[in-house]
Each structure stands twice: as C-alpha cells, then as structure tokens.
C-alpha cells in the first residue's frame, strides 16, 4: 500500500515540478505514527531536488528550500486518497492521508495478493530479474561445523530468500570443503584410529573426534606430520586406497549434513566440492602466466601482485606454494570463473564470515586483473562471531548438537505451560520454536555485529525473539478458528477507527518496504525488526479490539485485519526461513 501511495504523489510532484516520478520516487516515504499522534502522513524531502535541479551543487539555505517546497505545493492537485498538502518549517512537504481508506487499501491488496504481498519489488528500483548465486554454510568435512558455519547457513538461506522475493533466479550453493592438509590430517587418523563400527553410526562426530587427536598427536610427533604429507601428496597423485576413503568420509558427511540442513528447513540447489576444482586451479595458474601475472616471490611461491589496485590488506596474492600444490584461493577463483562459465550468473554472493575479507578482497583483485568483469559479480556478505554458544555439557561444535540444544530446551519450557501439553506434536513444535529462536537472534542485529549468544533470553515468548513471532502468529490463527465469524474480504472496514487497529494497519502497509529495505542493503535486520514491531501492534490490537463479541460489522472488519496481518507476518518469516506455525 505504501508503494501504490508513494506512486500516487509521485505522480502530481512530477507534474508540478517537471521531473520524472521515478527521481522523485525515493525522496518519498512515512513519516513516523505514534498511539499519541495518529496521523497518516508521506514526506517529501525536496532539498535533493533542489541541489540536482534548481542549484546543482550547492548547499540550500533554510529560507530557499522552504521557499522551493512551498512553490512545489502550491502548484500540487491532492492526488487521490491523500487529503491536503502542507510544508513544515525545514522545508518538507507533508501529504496527509485518510487513515480509514489507508485500512480499506491495504487490506484489500493483502487478501488479492496473499502469499505475494510484500515480495514485490518496489516501482523506482527498476530490478530486473537476473540469475543470483548464494554459497553459504560451506563447512570443512574434516572439521567441525561451529557456530560461525552456523551463522553462515542461517544468514545465507535468508539472504537467498530475499533474492527470490524480488523475483530473481537463485542457486542456493554449498561448497564443502573436501581437500587440503585437513583431509591429509583426517586420513592418516583415520587409518590410526578409526572405528568402522562408530563410523557407521555418526560420522560426523567420528571423523571430529579422529580429527582432534591426530591433530594433536602432529603437534608433537614429526613423524605424523610426515603421514600426513605423504597422505596428501597419494591423494593428489590419484591412490586408489587414499581417495576411496577421502570418498567415503566426503559422502557419509554429506548424508548427516543433509539431514541436518532439512531440520533448518533448509535444501541447496547445489553441492560444489574443493576437490572438482584442483585441475581448473592449475589451468588458471598457467593462464595467468601466460598473461604475466603469475610470478615467482623469493619464498618460492606463485604471487600475483595486487599493489595497483590499492585493495585493503590485499598488496599480492598467493596462488601456489613452493612445492607446487596450489591453495584454497586458488580453487575459490577457478570455481569462480567456472560457474559463470555454467551459470552465467548476475552476482554471486559468498556468504562468509567478516575474516575472510581479505580472501575475497585478493579473490575479486585477481579477477580484475584478468580483466574479467565477474569481480563486480562476486559480493561479500560479511558477519560477526557468535560468542558464548555452549550446551549443558560444554562447547558446542556440531550443528546437530545446536539444535538439539535448542529442542530440548524449548521442550522443557512447553511443558511448564499447560496449553503446550495439549499438542499432539510436542517435540516437532519444539524444533521449530527452536531454530525460529535461532534465526531471529541471529538476524535481529547488523550482520557484522559480534553477539553473546544467551540460550534463556533467545528461547523466551516475552520480548523481541523468534517465539514471540511464533506465538503472535499461533494466537492470530487462533482468533480467526474460535471466533466464529467468516472471513469477508470485501466486507466494510470503515469501523477500524480504533488507534490500535490504524497502527497495526500503516504498519501492515509498510511491509514492501522492509523488504526491499532489507534486499537492498543485504542487512536482514530491517525485515527481522519490522516484523517484530507488527506482533507488538498486533498485540496491542488483540487486547483492544475483540472479535467474538462485538457486531457483525466490527467482527468482519476486525477479522479481516487480523487475517491480513497474519499473512504478511507469515510472508516476512519464510523469507527469514521460518515455518509460521498455527499451534504452540
């Protein structure tokens, strides 16, 4: 509803100043409500105008910009829906809307657009559906999967949400980490102390187990850390016996990986591995020799030399290490130029933590200058740590363990209310109250925000988390079920006059723009925040504005409201990666 709003002014500005609407489009947007001011209204910033069209380059005194607006209103017709036109004091000019047909607009685009309202790119953007790569979570199979994949996997899945809201067409990428000194380290522990019995039963905490001992057996013992060599150098000379068991752990990891991924409600398109890329690594280094980029540093090893780009901690990169294997840089660039080769894509966009920034700094420097444009396709989504993520038992360094955690916890505080033991399916709504208390903890604040993860505080109903969400949405399905009133959407809504029901109203109107908000700057907090302000407003609402008991007239309007609201709050939560549920 802002949207067709904003169009609407745009249009009458255009034609009192000359300019086109879609310049005028961005500098239009609402102005802030309050239960103790309630009234609807859209400002206009025109002192960019002015400074582009009337003085470019200049800085605007107060009297000339409220000179200039004041012209611009005076030449304005009121454009449908908005009821006069006024300039305040710093020049900006206000259009004053009718809050009972912004409730009327609103609902009525809801209920025709349903699962679609909300995901529509906004008229000035002018986006055209293009093919987006998003490769996240991406852990090491001989490591690990800690708190910062786990960052990475949530952050990703919205981000490619967000993508195809706005309509694009996007692979959602895994790109595991299957080679290296690591799997060197895996084998050689493996083939010491392996157990094909526990193997079989959980080998993602078999091969870490395995892991962390070698590791430390070569710390201290140089003849594992020679192993592990030999082990790598079978491996890339193709041993039959090395990669049958590097194929092995990479295939039982990725079906306990699977399973995981599916309790986050989460499915990759794809899954890419280091190793598929170790014969197009060295098909790069000899391009970039040929171009007389690749040279020789006086350690021995294969550098590209960056320093004209002026990059941030990025002077050259390394591309190949002195007894001539190459390295994860090297793979990451090969895969890189391979994907456009296959994907032809857009953008791609590395969903990584914010210390790699120097990796993908050297990544797009290389690409540069290879004169290829793919360098202004690859983005980083940077973000920060998590800190103080610990189950009951200490440190928590499986995905499996996290959720489980989070489950059982969420279990235990259902069982203290009596509503939840009514549920026929206690366990699998406490999974999902439990990964909806994860994602919204995760992406409530700025990506690059390090945040102390506190499992009594994410895990509560009371407050701005992931279960408050659930539970708005749960107690919403409920009014419309118990009140015995049918869903009307053309029914009359001119009785919404209350202050909660014209909050919970603008708010709902709003919802397009936190998602393009949130699309354009990569930050899903502006989504994650706008929907936990609807479930206050709607909170509020639902005290006030019963639906049982009131007439025919009230009950429909008030229906109408609440079911819209739902939609878009389940809308907004699948793109955070949430499943709504309707019991809790």
């Known amino acids: 509803m802002a949207v067709v709003l904003k169009r609407l002014i745009a249009v009458q500005v255009s034609k009192a100043t000359g300019l086109t609407e879609e310049s005028i489009l961005p500098l239009i947007s609402p102005l802030p409500v309050t239960k103790k001011r309630i009234v609807l209204e859209y400002g206009l910033s025109v002192k960019p105008l002015f400074q582009k069209h009337v003085s470019p380059g200049s800085t605007p005194s107060g009297k000339g910009l409220q000179e200039f607006a004041e012209k611009i209103a005076s030449k304005m017709t009121c454009p449908a829906h908005v009821h006069h036109v006024k300039v305040a004091s710093n020049g900006l000019v206000k259009f004053h809307v009718s809050p009972s047909m912004m409730a009327q607009k609103v609902l009525e685009q809801v209920q025709l657009e349903a699962d679609r309202y909300g995901v529509t790119p906004e008229p000035w953007t002018d986006m055209q559906r293009q093919r987006m790569i998003v490769e996240f979570s991406s852990p090491n199979i001989a490591k690990p999967f800690h708190a910062g994949h786990l960052r990475s996997t949530l952050i990703g899945n919205c981000v490619a949400n967000l993508h195809a809201a706005m309509g694009h067409d996007v692979t959602r990428m895994n790109f595991l980490g299957d080679w290296g000194v690591q799997f060197g380290l895996l084998g050689v522990g493996f083939q010491r102390y392996g157990s094909e019995e526990e193997l079989a039963q959980n080998p993602i905490q078999h091969l870490f187990d395995v892991y962390v001992r070698v590791n430390e057996e070569a710390k201290s013992d140089p003849r594992v850390h020679q192993e592990v060599q030999e082990f790598s150098q079978a491996m890339d000379k193709g041993d039959s016996n090395c990669l049958g068991l590097w194929r092995r752990f990479r295939d039982l990891s990725t079906l306990e990986y699977s399973a995981t991924y599916k309790r986050l ?24 020799k040929d171009k007389g980029l690749l040279v020789q540093s006086e350690e021995g090893t294969g550098i590209v030399d960056l320093h004209d780009l002026s990059l941030p901690q990025s002077k050259f990169a390394t591309l190949l290490k002195s007894d001539g294997t190459t390295l994860y840089l090297t793979r990451d660039i090969a895969a890189a130029i391979d994907r456009y080769e296959t994907h032809r894509y857009d953008g791609m966009y590395y ?45 928590v360094v499986l995905l499996r363990d996290i959720l489980d955690e989070a489950r059982n916890r969420m279990l235990h505080n259902m069982h203290e209310t009596a509503s939840s033991k009514q549920l026929d399916n206690p366990e699998e709504v406490a999974e999902q109250l439990g990964v909806s208390a994860m994602i919204v903890q995760d992406l409530r604040g700025k990506l690059m925000n390090d945040y102390r993860f506190d499992w009594n505080r994410i895990l509560t109903s009371q407050g701005d988390t992931g279960v408050f969400l659930q539970y708005t949405h749960a107690r919403l399905y409920s009014i419309e079920q118990l009140s015995g009133v049918s869903l009307d959407p053309s029914c009359d809504t001119s009785t919404l006059t209350e202050p909660e029901a014209i909050l919970l109203a603008h708010h709902l109107s709003l919802f397009s723009t936190a998602v393009t908000k949130a699309h354009s700057s990569m930050e899903p907090s502006h989504l994650t925040v706008y929907l936990l302000q609807l479930c206050h407003f709607a909170s509020s609402a639902v005290k006030v504005l019963r639906v049982k008991d009131a007439d025919k007239q009230q009950a429909e309007a008030r229906l109408l409201l609440f079911n819209s609201t739902r939609q878009a709050l389940a809308n907004g939560m699948k793109i955070l990666g949430i499943t709504p549920l309707k019991h809790m």
């Open 265 to 288: 409600g989460i499915a990759f398109d794809e899954y890419a591995w280091e190793s598929q890329y170790g014969e197009k690594a060295h098909s790069l280094l000899r391009i970039l």
């Open 351 to 395: 969903v990584v933590d914010k210390s790699q920034e120097g990796h993908f700094c050297q990544l797009r420097g290389v690409l540069k200058k290879m004169n290829l444009d793919l360098a202004d396709r690859c983005h980083h989504i940077k973000f920060g740590r998590v800190l103080g993520m610990q189950t009951r038992t200490g440190n």
